[in-house]
């Protein structure tokens, strides 16, 4: 592959690539998209069609995935349509495209049952961020069409948008560190960011090198910190957090293995210190 494409958001690979890249990069074959979408709470993006490597990203229920391969192990190999992710999910998480969605859960997580009657026991959670087609409406609950019910409130119109990205950030406090992770489950650094400016209306790419340089203005920043409030992002080399207000970065981090809140200037040393430098830039909305 020519090195001017970056491999985690071009589909291609030595045999065969898409067919919207023909003319543009040469390959033995070249495949349509066939648009899918992802049935199950998350499924797991990878580099390599395999289990035991590191994931690079979750891909949410309701998702729309661009498929160029199935291979017989069960994989599939695509690009997501949010953020241009290229990686392998299990193919069985994954069914076409069908009608399109309309509804996006607004909980952190919101339950699934079988019918619209809470007391039932549930059969998935879905994170916030997944989407829907609506279904019909029972009550306060909504059907999310051949999987159940979710209670309504969980629920918003797709078009809707979260006043404040960094209210939906907090919500996020303590829950765990996983490298990969987008949902309440397990959240890393970017993902923190990506899902919580997406609640409120702003795309963001998936990885902190493309995050900073695709998001805000830059500012002029000094060894006194002083000047940042609520909303800025702060970039280290592989690691951003977002700014609570003039003092406090909240971020998901593996030194807690948490997403944790706490002073800019304690964070900074110790952080620069995982990543191996210091702050390379804050950037304003």
């Given at each position: ?189 970017s993902g923190l960011a990506q ?91």
């Amino acid at each position: 592959m020519n090195a001017a494409f970056d491999r985690r958001f071009t589909p291609a690979r030595a045999d065969i690539a898409a067919e919207s890249l023909r003319g543009s990069l040469d390959a033995p074959r070249y495949a349509p998209a066939r648009p899918m979408r992802v049935v199950e709470e998350c499924l797991p993006l990878s580099r390599e069609p395999r289990r035991d490597i590191p994931i690079d990203t979750q891909a949410l229920f309701g998702e729309l995935v661009d498929i160029y391969d199935v291979d017989d192990e069960g994989w599939a190999w695509g690009q997501l349509r949010s953020d241009g992710y290229v990686g392998y999910l299990p193919a069985l998480g994954l069914r076409d495209a069908g009608a399109g969605a309309t509804q996006g859960i607004a909980a952190l997580r919101a339950h699934v049952y079988p019918g619209p009657d809470m007391k039932l026991p549930p059969v998935a959670a879905l994170p916030l961020g997944a989407r829907f087609a609506a279904g019909e409406t029972r009550g306060d609950f909504i059907a999310v069409p051949g999987h159940g019910f979710v209670w309504m409130a969980h629920t918003a119109p797709l078009a809707a948008r979260a006043p404040d990205f960094v209210a939906v950030a907090e919500r996020f406090l303590n829950t765990p560190y996983l490298w990969g992770g987008k949902t309440s489950m397990g959240i890393d650094c970017s993902g923190l960011a990506q899902v919580s400016l997406a609640a409120a209306g702003i795309a963001a790419p998936r990885d902190t090198d493309v995050m900073e340089k695709a998001l805000g203005e830059p500012l002029a920043f000094d060894e006194s910190l002083s000047g940042l409030r609520r909303g800025d992002l702060v970039f280290w080399k592989g690691h951003v957090g977002v700014m609570r207000d003039a003092e406090a970065l909240l971020h998901a981090n593996g030194h807690f293995m948490l997403v944790t809140s706490e002073p800019l200037r304690v964070a900074r040393g110790r952080v620069a210190e995982k990543t191996g430098g210091a702050i390379t830039s804050i950037r304003r909305l």
